[in-house]
């Protein structure tokens, strides 16, 4: 299971980007003025020097991978949060399940305003980010569906609940294609080459070998008699 289907179907939080605000229409007569003759346009793309294309792919990819991983971060501490304030009532897990949830959507604005400052200028990782949040969204939705089959174990509560399912692994599907594509192509860099060995200390030199002892001196000679 790669990251996007963890932090898709595992997280289940929802995460919404609000849709960019369209320019308020001109007047006729000031777009008119504004907007040049096609021929006089023509020339000037014409004689306009071409800009440079530059690949953000891989620093978009990174910012994305980087942006995801403080999501978890922040829903994960908030989850550890709101648990340890449930004492003994812990050991209860519809109570601890029921706290998750609560704590995960309740992280919706938060991750909302982030994700509006998450600047993703190349197409491909901007479709990646665009299945996550797709998936993260019916993640939300399948947290209220849950609670309704618990509650209520309608066969047309199973239905939503399946067909949201169905949904969430199409998405993830998608992403999970995408992802591969990103990481063939923007794979981690590779590890930096071993620094090298330091050079063998010199090994001591060997120790002078002791002076011989000096001769016994010989004995003197017997006295004549």
């Known amino acids: 299971m790669t990251k996007f289907t963890k932090i898709s179907a595992t997280a289940l939080f929802a995460l919404f980007l609000t849709a960019c605000d369209k320019p308020a229409n001109k007047p006729a007569a000031e777009q008119a003025a504004a907007t040049p003759a096609p021929a006089a346009q023509a020339q000037t793309e014409a004689t306009k020097p071409a800009e440079p294309v530059v690949d953000t792919g891989a620093e978009d990819y990174k910012k994305f991978q980087e942006w995801q991983q403080v999501?978890?971060?922040?829903?994960?501490?908030?989850?550890?949060?709101?648990i340890e304030k449930l004492g003994e009532k812990s050991k209860d897990p519809a109570v601890v399940q029921d706290t998750m949830n609560k704590a995960i959507l309740a992280q919706i604005e938060n991750i909302q305003k982030s994700a509006a400052t998450l600047d993703i200028k190349d197409a491909q990782v901007n479709a990646l980010k665009d299945k996550a949040l797709e998936a993260m969204a019916l993640g939300a939705k399948m947290i209220t569906e849950n609670d309704k089959l618990a509650k209520n174990p309608t066969?047309?509560?199973?239905?939503?609940?399946?067909?949201?399912?169905?949904?969430?692994?199409?998405?993830?599907?998608?992403?999970?294609?995408?992802?591969a594509e990103l990481a063939t192509k923007y794979g981690p860099a590779p590890a930096p080459a071993p620094a090298p060995a330091p050079a063998p200390a010199p090994a001591p030199a060997p120790a002078p070998a002791p002076a011989p002892a000096p001769a016994p001196a010989p004995a003197p000679a017997p006295a004549q008699k």
Request: aromatic share 2%; glycine share 8%.
């Open 71 to 82: 999501q978890e971060k922040s829903i994960g501490n908030a989850i550890n949060t709101e």
């Open 155 to 179: 066969p047309d509560a199973h239905k939503a609940f399946g067909e949201l399912q169905a949904q969430l692994d199409k998405i993830a599907a998608e992403g999970q294609k995408i992802e």
